[in-house]
Nanobody
Framework: QVQLVESGGGLVQPGGSLRLSCAASGNIFSIVTMAWYRQAPGKQRELVAV?????????NYTDSVKGRFTISRDSTKNTLYLQMNTLKAEDTAVYFC??????????????WGQGTQVTVSS
């Protein structure tokens, strides 16, 4: 089991910045990737950015946030971050932290945080 606790959401004006944090605890050594997703009202949850943990894979971003958002991780704090710059109204959504784990037998599980609201509005 992995527990995820997000923080850092809020209200920001267009063009502003926010940094989201996601603190992981529990069986963190089984985590293979961590990611940020978001879900806007009336829309499906979408992947925003993903970072491999156990391999040398590259981070990936959805096209709409490339050049504006940066995903990073502090392994000493077991915390994932999402730095969001030049925010737009269309970035308004509930943002969720995700951790994917894999056991030695190959069983994969997804864990989710509770979500944090980001609202971009003047």
């Amino acid at each position: 089991q992995v527990q995820l606790v997000e923080s850092g959401g809020g209200l920001v004006q267009p063009g502003g910045s926010l940094r989201l944090s996601c603190a992981a605890s529990g069986n963190i050594f089984s985590i293979v990737t961590m990611a940020w997703y978001r879900q806007a009202p009336g829309k499906q949850r979408e992947l925003v950015a993903v970072q491999p943990i156990t391999s040398n894979g590259r981070t990936n971003y959805t096209d709409s946030v490339k050049g504006r958002f940066t995903i990073s991780r502090d392994s000493t704090k077991n915390t994932l971050y999402l730095q969001m710059n030049t925010l737009k109204a269309e970035d308004t959504a509930v943002y969720f932290c995700n951790a994917r784990t894999r056991t030695y037998s190959g069983s994969i599980s997804d864990y989710w945080g509770q979500g944090t609201q980001v609202t971009v509005s003047s």
